[in-house]
Structures are given as C-alpha cells and as structure tokens.
C-alpha cells in the first residue's frame, strides 16, 4: 500500500457513470423519444415495437449494442450529423441540472473541490452525453462513440458498457501521459456490471443499491452512497 505521500503525489481522478448514478434516470429511451418528437412524431408508432425489443433484450435475444442500434433506427431514421448534434443539443438543455441527483451534485462538488479530473464513463451515446457532461462540468468523457453514414447513425467501436470501460479509461490515461500507478482513481456506479472498473479503481463507490446489492458491494470491499 502506499504511504500517505505517494497517495498526496499521485493525479486524483473522479470516474462516474451516467443514467442511474450521476443521473436519476436512464437516458437512451428518453433521447429517442424526444428524438422521434423533434424529427418525426409518427415515428412514436414504433414505441409497442421498442418495449418489445427491451423485452427481448431481457431474454437474451439482443445483444445491448444490437438493441441501440435498432432504437436509432426506429426512431431517428434517416438523419445527418448537424440535425442529430442539434437535437443532442435540446436534449442535453432538458436533462442538466434537473436529472442530477441531490447526493450525486454533493458528490460531484467534493470532488471538484477536491481537485480531482472528473470523467463522465458510460455507455450512453457520446453525441448527447457530451452535451450533458460539458454542461455539468466533467473534464472529460468515455461514451459509446458513433458515425453518421449515409443517414444512418451506426455504433462504432462497441457499446461502452461493463468490461469495456476499463480500457477506454486505461486508454485515455495514456493520451494524457498518465501512468496507472501515477493516478488514484475513485469511481461511482450504481450498476453490478461496472464490477470490472469497480474492482480495477483505487476507490470504488457502489450508489443507490438495495439492501442485497449493497451487502454483495460491500463484501467486495466497495463504498456505498445515496446519489438520489
């Protein structure tokens, strides 16, 4: 373990996941949705066919990349890059500040105070969650990166969810010249499949889970908090 200057020399870095721990809620259906009212309401038809494809999802008939790519599909259509930036745009003013969470903004003000680099890690679609995180004020952002091509918006590079997050994080240390043992990392989630960035930060705070998810969190020897 390292003493208490090696800890007072190292980068400190704040990590924190989006729908449900940062935020109070999720934010892919939402963005659809108003994505559909934006560009095309009669696209709002497709709704029955999403809360079926969310279902099939649950019975492990789409992968969470295929599912975001069909609710692309079905609800912006064909699209180019300035109208999805600017409806990115409108939607990202509906959701800051109001979706944060009191303990979430309390959280987030300690860490700035404290000095920290505060990174926004999700797999939310990086085109609206980049609006989200500059207008919070996180330095930087890990999302699930796209392309428009040929008026379809595809996933490119994955969806940034679970495992993956790890080497985003590892990978954006590098740009910035940063050494894994040269940064002491804390990292919220309120999810079970952030377990792998959990387990690889210094720091790991588990949020607004039960009582049975908290016991499972702090039996990994994980933090729990209340962002709500």
Known sequence: MPDGKELASRRKIAIYDLDGT????ATFTPFLLFAAVRRAKWRLIFAPAWIGAM???????????????????????????????AISEEFADRVIPGWIGKGAAESFARDRE???????????????????ARRAGFD?????RSEVVDGRCLIRGGNNYGPNKVPRVEGMLDAMGLAREDCEIRFYSDSMADAPLLDWSDEAVFVNGGPGKNA???????QVADFR
């Open 55 to 85: 279902i099939a999802y649950k019975a492990g008939l789409f992968t969470r990349e295929q599912l975001k790519q069909l609710g692309l599909s079905l609800f912006t259509g064909a699209i180019n890059q300035a109208e999805l930036a």
């Open 114 to 132: 404290e000095g920290r680099l505060l990174v926004l890690a999700t797999a939310a679609m990086e085109f609206y969650s980049a609006g989200i």
């Open 22 to 25: 940062f935020l109070s809620r």
């Open 140 to 144: 930087e952002v890990l999302a699930t």
């Open 216 to 222: 499972k969190a702090l039996a990994r020897g994980w």
